[in-house]
């Protein structure tokens, strides 16, 4: 039981001093959230400001930007402390190092999945989607950008050794985040159409349950084989 609770504090205390990190360097998290707005802006401009084919591409068009906005901040959940030696420490910790990737992952969602959920409505407007299609925007985005970030710990943890990752890392995480955006923007187009979207709810649902039960081991092993 003690140890649980260890566990427990140290798990918080890892959340705890992420988050301080990443609010001591805001300019950096916001480097997702503009990338994510802008791309998203640019489409009315560069293809067509036609309300009728802004709503057609408007789901697809922000789960691509909101993708490539995650993967933009995938190397920060481990490269500064690969960098200051604080990766090593957490080898060596007792604590379980896969709940310490969590904390991490956790952090790393919150500082940049949950801005790319608040921001997610207004550019749905800007894309003319349709008031039914922004709830499950909202939704789909709330289950799958989780799993974005979990997905992408993995890809980083193989690759936080090497100095120059980050195009190796888009080539290992991109195919697994194919099943994301394919239900993701589906759920999006289905509701706009006034169709039920429960299916692909359920099944972005599952992919955030077998991330949040697979992503944080096999990152820690990930991390294991890179540092040794």
Known sequence: MSEQID?????????????????????????????????VTLFPLGVSPEAGLLARIGAGVIWVAALLAAMLSLDSIFRSDFDDGALEQMLLSPHPLSMLVLAKVAAHWLVTGVPLLVMAPLLGVLMRLPGEALGALVATL?????VLSLIGAIGVA???GLRRGG???????????IPVLIFAAS????????????????????????????APFAAAAALRVSLS
Request: charged share 10%.
């Open 158 to 160: 193989l690759t936080v």
């Open 7 to 39: 566990t427990g504090r140290a798990f918080l205390a890892m959340l705890r001093r992420d988050l301080t990190l990443a609010y001591r360097h805001r300019g950096e998290l916001a480097n997702p959230l503009l990338f994510f707005v802008i791309v």
């Open 187 to 214: 759920a999006v187009e289905a509701a706009a159409a006034g169709v039920p979207v429960t299916g692909q709810l359920y099944f972005l649902g599952a992919l955030l349950a077998l991330a949040l039960s697979l």
């Open 142 to 146: 709330a289950l799958g950008t989780p």
């Open 167 to 177: 195009v190796l890392v888009s080539l290992l995480v991109l195919p697994l985040y």
